[in-house]
């Protein structure tokens, strides 16, 4: 297990649709953390995240504060990392 630590930029909502294979899809809600990224020259960067979530109504009041929350990586390909909020994770102030 994961967790991050941010501050919480945005919050929106992803409006559905359908793919270029014709399949629909439903609206999803993203939350965008802002953190630093620790470089190995032992600078840091800041790095913009987005994570998927099931709703927004734990993260609006959280706007511009800064939250830890658990979270899962995997990389579907060379050179992406995906991250997501693990199931039944809630963020917490940090």
């Known amino acids: ?9 945005n ?3 992803q409006d559905g649709g359908t793919d270029k294979d014709g399949k629909e899809y439903n609206e999803s809600y993203k939350v965008q953390l802002m953190g630093e990224m620790p ?6 960067k800041m790095d913009l995240v987005d994570l998927k979530v099931d709703s927004l109504t734990d993260w ?11 979270i899962g990586e995997f990389a579907p ?11 039944g994770a809630r963020p917490e102030l940090a």
Request: a positive charge.
């Open 39 to 44: 470089l190995p020259n032992g600078d840091s």
């Open 11 to 13: 919050v929106f909502t």
């Open 77 to 87: 390909q060379k050179g992406k990392i995906i991250h997501y909020v693990r199931k």
């Open 60 to 70: 609006n009041e959280l706007q511009g504060k800064r939250v830890s929350i658990d």
């Open 1 to 9: 297990m994961f967790k991050i630590i941010g501050q919480v930029v």
